[in-house]
């Protein structure tokens, strides 16, 4: 994903694009669809990147263990500074401390590196297909969203298994 920002370098600290995302971001052997809006301001040294992105990954959950399709929003800001100087083409040197990106020497910058950290970032550790998944049997590993399987409930002793229905008789009272 990029987006030239040489006019810009060229104008105002303080001056702003607006730019529409609308398309697929290639990392290794993912692809993320990202739709959303990025607004990049010139600050004293580079670009200000702020923008919303919605995209999707394909996770497993956690409980049922099926595919589905993971909605992801990502805040995204970071700043990018230039590798050389846009008027005479020298190096710039880069501060030392970490956390920001580059541009690259034809003044292009490059969300996808960006954008593939905040996907990672955004993946919850336990996904869940829908909030109230049912999950899996133990016994038998049926996906319990697709209707009950025929084992007994968890925890229950088989020799129990008749009276079960006594509990309920009771609670009738
Ligand atoms: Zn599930
Ligand atoms: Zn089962």
Redesign the pocket.
Known sequence: MWINVSQLFKEAVGSTREYEVNETVDVGDSSYEVQGDVRLLRTGRGILVKGILYTGVEVTCSRCLSLFNCPLTLSIEEEYLPTIDIEGGTPLPLPKESGYFTIDEQYVLDLTEAIHQYVMMAIPMKPLCHEDCAGM??????N?NQG????LPQGLDPRWADLSGLTVTNDMK
Not at 148 to 151: A, F
């Open positions: 049997c133990p016994t038998c590993g049926h319990l009950p399987c025929d084992c």
